[in-house]
Every structure is written in C-alpha cells, then in structure tokens.
C-alpha cells in the first residue's frame, strides 16, 4: 500500500508540474513598429534590458525598452561612412564591428564616446560577426584572408583584439566566409563556441576560440548562388540548429535546414521542401525546451513548435535580425525598423 501510495503521489506531482510549464504553442505575432528610419539594421543586442544596435551611415543606438524611446549617435571624423553589423557587449562595454575595408571595432569609451580598439586595413577585408563568451573573452569572425577564416579574439574584456594565425585554423577553402545577415553566425555557450560559414562548414572550439576544427554539415552550398548557412543557435552545447538558404533565391526549400545533437559534429536536415525557404536569422524560443524556434527575414516571420521538423508562417513582416527577451516577447530590426514582437 506505501509503495503504491508513493506512486500515486509521483504521478499527481508530475502531472501538476506538467500542467504548470506547458510547452507554448504560438498561433500568430503582434506587430508593434518603435522606430522607422532610412537604416538598414542587422546588429541588435539586448543589453540590460535595452535594446542595442548599429547600422549603416555610420549610426548606433539603443532603445530604452520601458519608455519605448530610441536615443542615436554618429561615429564622427571618418572619410566615408561605414556599415555595421555586428554588435555584442560585455557587462561593461558596449561593442560594434563594421564590415568592409578598413574594418573598425569600438567599444564604449569616456564620456560616453565610442573609441576604436581595433582597425584592419586590406583589399577583400570583411567582417560579418561579433560576440562574447563571458566578460573577458570574445571572438569576431570574418571572410577568408590569406588562406584562412578570419578570426579575431580578445582575452581582456576587448581592449586588445589578435587576428588568429592561418597556421593555427583549419585550412581555409576558397571564397569561404560568412554571411554578414543577423550576426547570428555565431554562437557562444560556456568555453565553446561555433561559427557557420557560406561553405556550409561549421568551425568549434572548445576553449574560447584558442583551437579550431571544423565540421561540415548537409546544407545546399553555393558561393555565386549564395547559398550556405546564415544562422545558428543552439539551445544547449549539444542542441543546435542551422538556418540556410540563398536570398537570391528566397523560395527555395531544398537542403537548408539542419540540427546536431551531438555539439555540431553530425548534422541531420530538417523539413527538406516542406519549409518557408531562406531566412536571414533562426534563434530558440525561451522557455520551450528546445522545441520552439522562430525564424525570421526579408520574406517574414515563420514558427515551429517541435524543433524544426514543421513550420508555420506567422507573418509576411519584413526582418533581418530578432532576438527574444522572454518566451512571449522579441525585438526585431531590418530595414527602416525596430520593432516590438509580441507572439500569442
């Protein structure tokens, strides 16, 4: 009687906990424009709450996410305005890289000035992403240069950055580099991190991009077509998914999606010709035990709710980049726009 009393009580706790934290399902999005500019926005971030961001026309901001009011600045006494996009902060610092020659990286500075800690000058130089580990390690990735991917890497916070050596990355193939869409070709989870690149590649490093290999997954690949993937995101450091395509070529559904389960060694595609086709950023939905995932770009908003195995579009809102502030809320940029995403 005491061991099957034990069982019940087991099954009714269960039961309690699974009807408490149900797995949401999304049946639409609440569209809610903030700013409308002439920007062309692909770099946010969400900083203490705030929104982060940086564009073209040399422009960066942030928007105050409770008074919905967004406040703007210019990096001044350049020759030509410069793009960017890519955006990633520590607790400290604020950070943006822009992306053709010469590629400049500021952080914030005194008085509230941007000040440049990094400058790379060369004929083909573009940087397509920036993020960091923790608050004192952080990678940006870039397009192949002299053999190899371009990588940079800080171990102080982003005070100093080092180009990594060709000698010491996976031998480099021609043309690879990255697409420069949501700076979400990249992903950080502890001490490892991940990279996808226009070959379809995906580049690990378990040690705060100290050392490099390199894995290739089944995603359709195709430099002149622009094919290959724009955008990861893993759940946990085993969980991942991989989000491709071409933009050239929006409506292809074929060979563009793809998870690992196994920290990005093997890859198995997804809804092959059964989903929305090319999207330009994918990120995990909070609070959906990896099931929830949104993937958003020039051709709208689409949703799945079991991993990616089956999509549902959303909207035909157009959009570069998202990211979410709870399992309900997102911001959203691309072109003109900031937005507010409210998902029901």
Same mark, same amino acid.
């Given at each position: ?14 039961? !309690? ?130 053999? !190899? ?16 050596? !060709? ?108 989903n929305p086709g090319y999207k330009s950023c ?26 990616g195995l089956h999509w549902t579009s959303l ?30």
């Amino acid at each position: 009687m005491k061991s099957l009393l034990a069982f019940f009580m087991a099954a009714v706790l269960l039961a !309690c906990a699974t009807k408490e934290n149900p797995i949401p399902i999304f049946k639409g999005v609440k569209i809610a424009p903030i700013a409308m500019d002439s920007l062309s926005i692909r770099a946010i971030e969400l900083m203490e709450g705030n929104l982060v961001f940086a564009a073209n026309h040399s422009r960066y901001g942030m928007l105050n996410t409770k008074e919905m009011k967004v406040t703007s600045n210019t990096i001044k006494g350049l020759p030509n305005p410069v793009a960017f996009r890519s955006v990633a902060h520590t607790n400290s610092d604020f950070f943006m890289l822009s992306i053709e020659n010469p590629a400049l990286l500021y952080k914030t500075g005194d008085q509230g000035q941007m000040e440049l800690v990094y400058k790379e000058e060369a004929p083909g130089v573009f940087y397509d992403a920036l993020t960091f580990f923790d608050n004192q390690y952080g990678l940006a990735v870039g397009d192949a240069q002299g053999g !190899c991917l371009s990588i940079l890497r800080t171990t102080d916070g982003g005070q100093s950055w080092i180009k990594i050596p !060709c000698e010491e990355l996976p031998m480099g193939i021609a043309d690879e580099g990255a697409y420069a869409a949501s700076n979400t070709n990249i992903k950080t989870i502890g001490s490892k991190a991940w990279v996808a690149t226009t070959a379809a590649n995906i580049y690990y490093s378990g040690d705060y991009g100290a050392h490099w290999t390199r894995f290739q997954t089944p995603v359709k690949n195709d430099s002149i077509e622009a094919y290959g993937v724009y955008s990861i995101d893993f759940w946990n450091d085993q969980q991942g998914i991989a989000y491709g395509g071409s933009f050239v070529a929006p409506k292809d559904k074929s060979a563009n999606i793809a998870l690992t389960e196994d920290g990005g060694q093997h890859w198995e595609l997804l809804a092959q010709d059964a989903n929305p086709g090319y999207k330009s950023c994918v990120q995990y939905v909070p609070g959906t035990k990896g099931q929830g995932l949104v993937a958003i770009g020039f051709t709208g908003i689409s949703y799945s709710s079991d991993g990616g195995l089956h999509w549902t579009s959303l909207s035909e809102e157009s959009f570069y980049t998202i990211r979410f502030q709870d399992t309900h809320t997102a911001y959203a940029a691309g072109k003109g726009r900031i937005a507010k995403l409210e998902f029901y």
